[in-house]
Structure formats: structure tokens, C-alpha cells
């Protein structure tokens, strides 16, 4: 049964609408009006049309941020995706880490992007869970009064390289120069961190959950479930990513199916700062990208499992002194 970890009063969260300005050497925001609460963004977030990809100024409902977060775990790099019922779209998807930028923030997203991983990728060890540190910073414990955090062994967040083309805010440009493109049907700016997380190797039978706030009457609702995931892998081959998904649980990985899937609007085509899609069919960005999709019954997690299973047979179950 799922775990109810925290309660928020939605009201509570306040954003700006922006406006934006965009040429081909780069692109700026400031905030404009009155703070929105989360109904009213809902409400501004319709579509709108720009008739040049590259040049452009117009008023946009909210900023939002998104980490294209690379997990490396034993030796192999994969990229997080996380499972989402998007209520105000009425669709499923598997898309990056991602949230709304509140009002007081807009001026430091990449602050709003950690506090995301914090709160949506939760790492489970059998001795509790992994607290997390970005450089020199420690990330939240957003749901301490539900469950164990370790004080040791925390992971740690790096920056990657950044986007070609500068973002500012006003005249400030934007730290770790994240990836910016309009979403033209949901009317937002869209801003994507490329960050690593290493998993320390000290961390043994290593399970990965994804925790998002759904809203239910008058209350945000952030509930664990044990058995739905809803965290997935993608590995990487040479920085490159391959076409499987896998879950990950005591340290096992299990093969995700990706059939009917579809991939939120960060994996759609990009035409100069704009997106114009929903999202988009797994097999479509699988051609897009130019990847080769998994043999039936094949893969890296199958695998490794048979390893497992053929090494405990060989290898007897004793302690070893030294």
C-alpha cells in the first residue's frame, strides 16, 4: 500500500509570469505582473504562436526546470526518467526530473532543479536512505519525518557541460548554462540542467523510487509506492544512450517494457528555442536518435541477473578471514 510521506497546502506555492526575449545569440527572461498561485498557472498555461524560431519577444505563463540527470552506478552511466500521470494534460509520460520555479527563485533555477532531485529520486540502501550533496551543499531531506536518512555514505551531484547559447534572467546570466527552449502549447520556458549523480560504492543492495506530488482535493500529496517505482534507467554507451529501460532494486536491474510508451516534450524535436509538441512516441525518438531497439528477451539487466544466479552457484556461501 502506498506510503503518504508529506502534505502541502498548494496555495502556498507562488510563481511570475515572464517575458521573454529571444534572438540567435542567446535568450533572457524577467518576471512581469503578479504572483500566480499553482490554479492560476494552470490557467495562463495555454497555447501560443511565434512565427520566428530564433527571434521573438512575448509573455509567457511560468518557468519551469528539468535535470538530465546521468546516475553513474557501478561503473556505468544511465540517464533518470521518471514516470508522470500529468493531471493538467491528461496523459502518462516518462520524463525528466522536472517542477515549477517559484517566484523567489527565478533568478536561480538551478537551486528549484537540485531541490527537484531531492524530493523525486529517492535512493534506498538497507540501512535507510542517502542523503545528497551538490559541491560543498547539502540537499534537502524533504521527507525526514517519514523516513531514515543515512548521515554517511551521501551521493553527489556535479555539473556537466552546459548549453551553447547563454540564458539570463534580466541581465544575469544563468550558472551552468542550462539548455532553454518555449514550449509553445503549455505557453512556459523550459529550462534543462545536464547534472551527474555518483552513487558512492560504499552503498550495497541499492534501491531507486520515484516520490511525485499529486494534487488530491485541496492538498499536495507526495506518497511512496513500493510496488510501482516509477524511476527508470536508461543506459548510456559512451555517452550515448541505449534504447532499453530498466528498473533498479537491491542493487538488481529489471528490464521495463516500453511498449505504448511516450517520452515528454524535452525529448521532441527542437526548431531554434521552441518545442512545439506534447510529447512524443518512444519508437519515434528511438528513430529520431538513430538507435537500434533491444532483441526480444536481451539486454544488459538479463544479463547480469544470470551472472548473479550462475556465480551464487559457483561460489559457496561462507566467510572468508583475513
Not at 501560443?48 to 538530465?68: I, K, P, Q
Not at 538513430?290 to 538479463?302: D, E, F, I, Q, V
Amino acid at each position: 500500500m502506498p506510503r503518504t510521506l508529506i502534505r502541502k497546502n498548494p496555495s502556498n506555492f507562488k510563481t511570475l509570469p515572464l517575458f521573454v526575449e529571444a534572438t540567435p545569440e542567446g535568450l533572457s527572461y524577467q518576471s512581469v505582473g503578479r504572483p500566480l498561485n499553482f490554479t492560476q498557472i494552470l490557467q495562463r498555461r495555454r497555447p501560443v504562436a511565434v512565427g520566428d524560431s530564433e527571434r521573438f519577444a512575448l509573455e509567457l505563463a511560468n518557468l519551469g526546470v528539468s535535470v538530465r540527470l546521468t546516475l553513474h552506478w557501478q561503473n556505468r552511466d544511465y540517464w533518470v526518467l521518471v514516470r508522470q500521470h500529468r493531471q493538467d494534460r491528461g496523459d502518462v509520460v516518462l520524463k525528466l526530473i522536472s517542477g515549477y520555479v517559484p517566484a523567489h527563485e527565478l533568478n536561480l533555477p538551478l537551486h528549484t532543479a537540485i531541490q527537484e532531485i531531492a524530493e523525486e529520486c529517492l535512493l534506498e540502501t538497507p540501512e535507510g536512505w542517502l542523503g545528497g550533496r551538490f559541491n560543498e551543499t547539502w540537499l534537502p531531506a524533504p521527507y525526514s519525518s517519514a523516513l531514515h536518512y543515512r548521515e554517511a555514505l551521501p551521493f553527489r551531484l556535479t555539473p556537466l557541460s552546459g548549453s551553447a547559447r547563454p540564458v539570463r534572467c534580466a541581465n544575469l546570466p544563468l550558472i551552468e548554462r542550462p539548455r532553454a527552449y518555449v514550449h509553445l502549447p503549455t505557453a512556459s520556458l523550459q529550462l534543462i540542467y545536464d547534472l551527474r549523480l555518483d552513487v558512492p560504492k560504499e552503498a550495497k543492495s541499492l534501491s531507486l523510487f520515484h516520490v511525485d506530488e499529486r494534487l488530491e482535493g485541496d492538498q499536495l500529496v507526495a506518497r511512496l509506492d513500493r510496488k510501482r517505482p516509477d524511476l527508470y534507467l536508461m543506459p548510456l554507451q559512451d555517452g550515448r544512450p541505449v534504447a532499453e529501460l530498466y528498473t533498479l532494486k537491491k542493487d538488481q536491474l529489471y528490464p521495463a517494457s516500453t511498449r505504448g510508451l511516450f517520452l515528454a516534450e524535452s525529448f521532441a524535436r527542437q526548431e531554434g528555442w521552441l518545442v512545439k509538441d506534447e510529447r512524443i512516441r518512444w519508437k519515434d525518438w528511438v528513430r529520431q536518435q538513430g538507435l537500434t531497439p533491444p532483441a526480444k528477451n536481451s539486454g544488459l539487466a538479463l544479463l547480469r541477473g544470470k551472472a548473479k544466479q550462475l556465480l551464487k552457484k559457483m561460489v559457496p556461501r561462507k566467510k572468508v578471514s583475513s
